[in-house]
T-cell receptor, first 111, second 114 residues
Framework: DAKTTQPPSMDCAEGRAANLPCNHS???????VYWYRQIHSQGPQYIIH???NNETNEMASLIITEDRKSSTLILPHATLRDTAVYYC????????????FGTGTRLTVIP | GAGVSQTPSNKVTEKGKYVELRCDPI?????LYWYRQSLGQGPEFLIY????????DSGLPNDRFFAVRPEGSVSTLKIQRTERGDSAVYLC????????????FGPGTRLTVL
């Protein structure tokens, strides 16, 4: 599975949109982009995933570039409870069943 | 419904001792995963079960680590002759089946080896 690159940390003002970038330049055609987050002292939590098209659910939106070499997770109205480490993971549909988390982006939502 | 549960939530042991960590997956989930997370790092894969069998144990660091899932539900991670470097949060996750990228994680067991 391809590896990802994320900034180590970001800040976002409460109520504003948080845009978390991820580079995955070696992604293969059948590999999905997954996002998880981990709030302090909890296990990781699935947020969203996508292949080519942009995706939206109740938690976030995922924007994947046309060449699929990068993506952005958008939290439209960040709250203090969104403070967490966000992990971008690339995984094939029939690849290894484990998830490779990397070190993620620590998002701090500021009041 | 109930999520993934792990017991104990905290375990403190002495170097050289044996420990068992338990994971109760979501009912009906056939796949179960163990990860280990050191301070400041992302979770690292240890082992994956599909049903009762360990489908992939490539992440186990050495032969002191062993995991079982005898009835295809509850799993136990066993660590023999613990070392201080084993101190970490051990996370368990489950998913409905093969190749599921959406995994449901438990809260973890924090293991401290003195």
């Amino acid at each position: 599975d391809a590896k990802t690159t994320q900034p180590p940390s970001m800040d976002c003002a409460e109520g504003r949109a948080a845009n978390l970038p991820c580079n995955h330049s070696t992604i293969s055609g059948n590999e999905y982009v997954y996002w998880y987050r981990q709030i302090h002292s909890q296990g990781p939590q699935y947020i969203i995933h996508g292949l080519k098209n942009n995706e939206t659910n109740e938690m976030a939106s995922l924007i994947i570039t046309e060449d699929r070499k990068s993506s952005t997770l958008i939290l439209p109205h960040a709250t203090l409870r969104d403070t967490a480490v966000y992990y971008c993971i690339v995984r094939g549909p029939t690849g290894a069943n484990n998830l490779f988390f990397g070190t993620g982006t620590r998002l701090t939502v500021i009041p | 419904g109930a999520g993934v549960s792990q017991t104990p939530s905290n375990k403190v042991t002495e170097k050289g001792k044996y420990v068992e960590l338990r994971c109760d997956p979501i009912s009906g989930h056939t796949a179960l995963y163990w990860y280990r997370q050191s301070l400041g790092q992302g979770p690292e894969f240890l082992i994956y079960f599909q049903g009762t069998g360990a489908a992939d144990d490539s992440g186990l660091p050495n032969d002191r680590f062993f995991a079982v899932r005898p009835e295809g539900s509850v799993s136990t991670l066993k660590i023999q002759r613990t070392e201080r470097g084993d101190s970490a949060v051990y996370l368990c996750a489950s998913s409905p089946g093969l190749a599921a990228g959406q995994q449901f994680f438990g809260p973890g067991t924090r293991l401290t080896v003195l």
